[in-house]
Nanobody, 116 residues
């Protein structure tokens, strides 16, 4: 059983920055594939960014590439999403996701709102 708790969301102006955090349970956190997804009003959930457990390789959606950075701190069992140059279209509920073998665990989400 993996528990995920997101934090760091809020209201920012376009062009601003936010850093989201996701605290995870489990002693094997370093092996998890961690990712962020988001869901905007009236839209389906979409993938944002991913970092692999073993290699630390990262992957980003085209819509956020060059603006967002995913990272993790294994000592703190925490994954981060640094969001720069935010746009109104980034407004969404952001979810932290942990991938273990054939299972996925989702956090409760944190709201990010970007004003024009």
């Amino acid at each position: 059983q993996v528990q995920l708790v997101e934090s760091g969301g809020g209201l920012v102006q376009a062009g601003g920055s936010l850093r989201l955090s996701c605290a995870a349970s489990g002693r094997t956190f370093s092996t998890y594939i961690m990712s962020w997804s988001r869901q905007a009003p009236g839209k389906e959930r979409e993938f944002v960014a991913q970092i692999t457990g073993s290699s630390g390789n990262t992957l980003y959606a085209d819509s956020v590439k060059g603006r967002f950075t995913i990272s993790k701190d294994n000592a703190k069992n925490t994954v981060y999403l640094q969001m720069n140059s935010l746009k109104p279209e980034d407004t969404a509920v952001y979810y932290c996701v942990a991938g273990l073998s054939e299972y996925e665990y989702w956090g409760q989400g944190t709201q990010v709102t970007v004003s024009s």
